[in-house]
């Protein structure tokens, strides 16, 4: 069984590779239905838009591959908002609804958008992605979307208001900021999620 990394089209995968690769893991980039269902452990990355992303999801087929899925998958990014039920972004698109809770534009009054840079993350309950790591830890954000406070948030960030940080619904996990580019911190995330 091997690590994989779910070909979304529109994501830098290489530095998401690298950092798995780094904790000592073999890790393939695919969209092989028969690979993802046979992984021991699945990332759904993701950067850019929602429309762009749910639309290669759709041409490989793969959202009935992630609902079959069984083992822990964790979405990062644009791929933790894709485990939700819609976006607000291009008017309204509906998403994979495994995350039964809508993302919306920040409201970020003055504050710049994107958000973009490091925040601190508040772990709002004992969970085993954040075994090891100091509560308000620093991560690195960039996005323009939000999923607000919601019954699956297991950690939070505060940019203006409160959305989630990070997210999780039985083996689906979500994290808004990118561990591969949040240093240490973000290494031993992603090492907390290979040893689930």
Same mark, same amino acid.
């Given at each position: 069984m091997s690590i994989v990394i779910i070909n979304t089209g529109c994501a830098n995968l290489s530095s998401l590779k690298y950092a798995i690769q780094r904790l000592?893991? !073999?890790v393939i980039i695919t969209s092989n239905h028969? !690979?993802?269902l046979n992984a021991k452990k699945v990332f759904l990355p993701g950067v850019g838009t929602?429309?762009?992303a749910m639309k290669m999801l759709n041409q490989f087929k793969l959202k009935d591959v992630l609902y079959k899925y069984q083992q822990p998958v964790l979405g990062?990014?644009?791929?933790?908002q894709l485990l939700c039920s819609?976006?607000?972004e291009n008017n309204g698109i509906k998403m994979l609804d495994i995350i039964h809770a809508p993302v919306n534009i920040l409201k970020s009054n003055k504050f710049p958008l994107p958000h973009n840079g490091w925040n601190n993350v508040s772990v709002c309950d004992e !969970?085993?992605?954040?075994?090891?790591i100091k509560n308000n830890s620093k991560?690195?954000?960039l996005h323009s979307y939000a999923l607000y406070e919601n019954d699956y948030m297991i950690a939070k960030t505060f940019y203006n208001v409160y959305f989630s940080a990070a997210v999780r619904k039985e083996n689906f996990f979500g994290v808004q900021f990118h561990?591969?580019?949040?240093?240490?911190?973000?290494?031993q995330l992603l090492k907390n999620f290979l040893e689930i």
């Open positions: 000592g893991y !073999n028969k !690979n993802i929602a429309f762009s990062i990014c644009l791929g933790m819609f976006s607000s !969970n085993p992605l954040f075994i090891g991560f690195y954000f561990p591969e580019k949040s240093g240490l911190v973000g290494l």
